[in-house]
């Protein structure tokens, strides 16, 4: 038997549900986003905050890809990368394949910064969830796995 059988409950209503919930998701983690950023340093844009973490999650990389992963216009990557390197989180190197390319990638620093302000951000997440059982854990986590599409793939977050 389906929920929404023993629930009494139309289909498009819990699909309503369903997109007021993520809504509520999405905008919650981007004010703790917005908080983070902050915390890592208050006199950059959010934006330049997304570029930290990319590079904290992917590695090394150049501008274009950092353009084109965080769905920025390279004008803005650039400048935004000028203020994270001028403040001492980023590096600018020489690309060790060609010699031409420019790599970027986090100081010490920077990771560093990194790491205090997601730790804030991490401990309202973990706090709502303090009192789930493992079991509840583990089955929210397969359900977001199975939303994002990962089970296809057999991706782990």
Request: glycine share 6%.
């Given at each position: ?30 004010a703790l986003n917005v908080r983070a950023a902050a915390k890592f340093d208050s006199s950059l844009q ?112």
């Amino acid at each position: 038997m389906k929920y929404n059988e023993v629930k009494n409950e139309p289909r498009e209503k819990l699909e309503i549900e369903l997109g007021e919930q993520l809504n509520a998701l999405i905008s919650a983690s981007h004010a703790l986003n917005v908080r983070a950023a902050a915390k890592f340093d208050s006199s950059l844009q959010p934006a330049a905050f997304h570029i930290v973490r990319w590079l904290y999650s992917y590695g090394p990389t150049n501008a274009a890809t950092l353009a084109e992963s965080t769905a920025m216009d390279r004008s803005s990557v650039s400048r935004l990368v000028k203020q994270l390197e001028s403040l001492g989180y980023l590096n600018r190197e020489a690309s060790r394949s060609d010699g031409r390319g420019i790599v970027l990638s986090l100081t010490e620093h920077g990771q560093q910064k990194l790491i205090d302000a997601l730790k804030e951000k991490e401990s309202v997440f973990y706090e709502r969830i303090s009192d789930w059982e493992d079991a509840e854990l583990h089955n929210f986590n397969q359900m977001l796995r199975q939303f994002n599409g990962l089970h296809r793939y057999g991706t782990q977050p």
